[in-house]
């Protein structure tokens, strides 16, 4: 069974510019959640589907960062315009439903702002 | 303020011993706890998981224990293996409320042959 799918591995931009990130979760896992991972850090959830409702949004910073979940499968996440602190790993994660916590993480996305 | 805390940053322990790693929270509402592992440039894979009405949950080489009047947890390896060198996060959530996972800063545990 393929795991969580997430790509680009690694990104490099300058500020300013914008950037996406795109995530297939396991095949038949209703939940979807996007972290942040700070160097030297855990992670940091920045949003959470539940299909394609948005049920916690409450630490994505609105201003800069949006998602999007259509048709309950498949996640970009986009940052525009990206600030030097937003170089981080962004991580995916699924699971089967709420409740467990036991999440299926994606191998993350690098994100270098110069 | 950080409600999941891993005070130490590294753990070097000798192939064959025991490595503990520790964990403390601040939040009496959380009511379930769980160890993820994580290896460079790789996601974080789930490890082992506790309830708050257990007090110990054993998996192989694997032992978590909850002290929950003093709100504190730990991951025991027995014996631990090279291949176990990664970083270990404590994570914690309010499963009752359906909340979110809160994950601790993490811990490199470095197993030395």
């Known amino acids: 069974e393929a795991g969580v799918v997430q790509s680009p591995r690694y990104k490099i931009i300058e500020k300013k510019q914008p950037v996406a990130f795109w995530c297939n979760p396991i095949?038949?896992?209703?939940?979807l959640y996007w972290y942040r991972q700070n160097l030297g850090q855990g992670p940091e959830l920045l949003i959470r589907?539940?299909?394609?409702?948005?049920?916690?949004d409450s630490q994505l910073p609105k201003d800069r960062f949006s998602a999007e979940r259509l048709k309950g499968v498949d996640s970009t996440l986009k940052i525009q315009p990206a600030e030097l602190g937003d170089s981080a790993v962004y991580l995916c994660a699924s699971s089967p439903g709420q409740g467990s916590g036991e999440l299926f993480f994606g191998e993350g996305s690098r994100l270098t702002v110069l | 303020d950080q409600q999941v805390k891993q005070n130490s940053p590294s753990l070097s322990v000798q192939e064959g011993r025991i490595s503990i790693l520790n964990c403390d929270y601040t939040n009496s509402m959380f009511d379930y706890f769980l160890w993820y592992k994580k290896y460079p440039a790789e996601g974080p894979t789930f490890l082992i998981s506790i309830s708050s009405i257990k007090d110990k949950n054993e998996d192989g080489r694997f032992t978590v224990f909850l002290n929950k009047s003093a709100k504190h947890l730990s991951l025991h390896i027995v014996p631990s293996q090279p291949g176990d060198s990664a970083v270990y996060f404590c994570?914690?959530?309010?499963?009752?409320?359906?909340?979110?996972?809160?994950f601790g800063k993490g811990t490199k545990l470095s197993v030395k042959p």
């Open positions: 994570a914690a959530m309010n499963g009752g409320s359906q909340g979110n996972l809160i």
């Open positions: 589907y539940e299909n394609e409702e948005a049920v916690d």
């Open positions: 095949s038949g896992h209703n939940t």
